[in-house]
């Protein structure tokens, strides 16, 4: 059974459809990325799925449960978080503080502490700073804050939004190289992300987005070399 099943998906703003009839999976254990230009849907299928958009049509399910107009907060306890385009950190807090908030549906004081440890250990630079307001780090060490956050609740299915927007080349590697980490200790991975050529690569399965339809799906490998995706998001 699939961790996430979307079926027939349709959001509207107002009388613009967003989204038209997508229906995809994710199953336990697979990194699944959703490709496509600026303004194909990719955020607003990631909004629905938490709950902070409400679809006009179709069903949503995640671990087999219906979670259509359950509330965000309600369906970050179920086990599935998000870190959203533009990191969305707590800018007037500490980063020990948003590493905090990551872990606040959890009442294991022990397995938080122990969290907070493997964080600092992947991420030495949070440790370094990490009495440090968040909103004065750079852009690289926000997004790393994001992902640390996010994984402190710790997630059966994390969803990524853009992680490798705006970073350096070199930063880029490194968003990429966690997110294998996280994949390698059993995290279930949703991926949303225009550098195609990277994201296809860690990925078991992709969906291509065009205009709030999905209009391509197959393994990362099949897509990588598929001419169509070259020419479009590949530079081929």
């Known amino acids: ?50 709950g902070l958009i409400h679809p006009s049509h179709g069903e949503i399910y995640y671990d ?34 948003n590493l905090l908030m990551g872990a606040y549906t959890r009442k294991d004081k022990d397995g938080i502490e122990k969290d907070f440890a493997d964080i600092y250990a992947l991420f030495p630079r949070l440790e370094e700073r990490k009495n440090q307001i968040a909103g004065t780090l750079s852009g690289g060490e926000q997004q790393m804050l994001a992902m640390g956050r996010a994984i402190m609740s710790r997630p059966k299915l994390l969803m990524l939004d853009e992680p490798s927007m705006g970073l350096s080349p070199l930063l880029v590697d490194q ?24 994201s296809l690569a860690i990925s078991d399965r992709a969906y291509v987005l065009e205009n709030g ?24």
Do not use: C, W
């Not at 459809?17 to 990194?31: C, L, M, T």
């Open 64 to 97: 087999g449960q219906k979670i259509n107009g359950i509330p965000s907060h309600k369906i970050v306890k179920l086990g599935m978080t998000q870190v959203p385009e533009g990191r969305r950190i707590f800018s007037e807090l500490t980063v020990y503080e």
């Open 175 to 198: 968003v990429f190289e966690i997110i294998k980490h996280f994949h390698e200790i059993g995290t279930t991975i949703l991926l949303v992300e225009q550098n195609a050529n990277k």
């Open 1 to 50: 059974m699939a961790l996430l099943e979307v079926k027939n998906l349709d959001v509207h703003y107002g009388v613009i459809q967003a989204i038209k009839d997508i229906s995809f999976e994710v199953n336990e254990g697979e990194i699944v990325t959703l490709i496509g230009a600026n303004g194909a849907g990719k955020t607003t299928t990631m909004q629905s799925i938490m």
């Open 213 to 236: 339809k999905i209009v391509l799906t197959g393994t990362g490998k099949e897509l990588l070399t598929s001419e169509e995706i070259k020419k479009a998001y590949l530079g081929g």
